[in-house]
C-alpha cells in the first residue's frame, strides 16, 4: 500500500493567471477586476472626447486599435459580461458597435458609411430635382474631400 501512495504526486494549487497569487483564479481577481474597471472608464473618456471634438469617431477607434490585444480583451469582457475569447476583429467589432449603441454621439464606421451613402443619395436627388446636371453633387464630394 505504501508504494501506491508514494507515486501520488500533490499539486500545488492553483494560482491566478492575472497576478500569480493562489487562492483565486483570473475571474475572481480584484487586482483585474479594478483594472478592468479603469480601462473601461477610460474607454468612455476617449469616447466622449472624440464626441466632443467632433472626430467623427477616428480618434476613439484608432485609440481602441492601438490597444494591447489584452487590454482590448479586457474590454470585450466587460461589455459581454462573459470570458470568452473572440478573434482581433470581432472584439473591435463588438466594441465599436457597443458604444455606438449607446447613443452618446459616437457612431460606429458601418452606421457612419450607411449615412455617407444615404448624403450622396440625397445630393444626387437634389441634382435631379433641380436639373443641376451634378452641380450639387460636384461641390458636395469637394466639400467632403477639403
Not at 39 to 45: A, D, I, R, V, Y
Not at 49 to 73: A, C, H, M, Q, T
Not at 108 to 122: A, E, G, I, L, Q
Request: charged share 25%; with cysteine; glycine share 4%.
Amino acid at each position: 500500500m505504501s508504494a501506491l501512495s508514494s507515486n501520488v504526486t500533490i499539486r500545488a494549487p492553483r494560482r491566478c493567471g492575472h497576478c500569480r497569487k493562489s487562492g483565486h483564479n483570473i475571474i475572481t481577481c480584484n487586482v483585474l477586476s479594478q483594472y478592468i474597471n479603469v480601462l473601461f472608464h477610460s474607454t468612455m473618456e476617449k469616447v466622449q472626447e472624440d464626441v466632443l471634438e467632433n472626430r467623427n469617431g477616428y480618434l476613439f477607434e484608432s485609440w481602441v486599435i492601438e490597444l494591447d490585444p489584452n487590454d482590448l480583451k479586457y474590454i470585450v469582457w466587460r461589455i459581454t459580461k462573459t470570458y470568452h475569447l473572440y478573434e482581433p476583429t470581432d472584439s473591435l467589432n463588438i466594441v465599436f458597435e457597443y458604444f455606438d449603441s449607446l447613443k452618446i454621439g459616437y457612431f460606429c464606421p458601418k452606421n457612419r458609411k450607411v449615412r455617407s451613402y444615404f448624403k450622396v443619395y440625397r445630393e444626387v436627388l437634389i441634382d435631379v430635382a433641380n436639373n443641376a446636371n451634378g452641380v450639387h453633387l460636384d461641390n458636395f464630394l469637394k466639400n467632403i474631400l477639403n
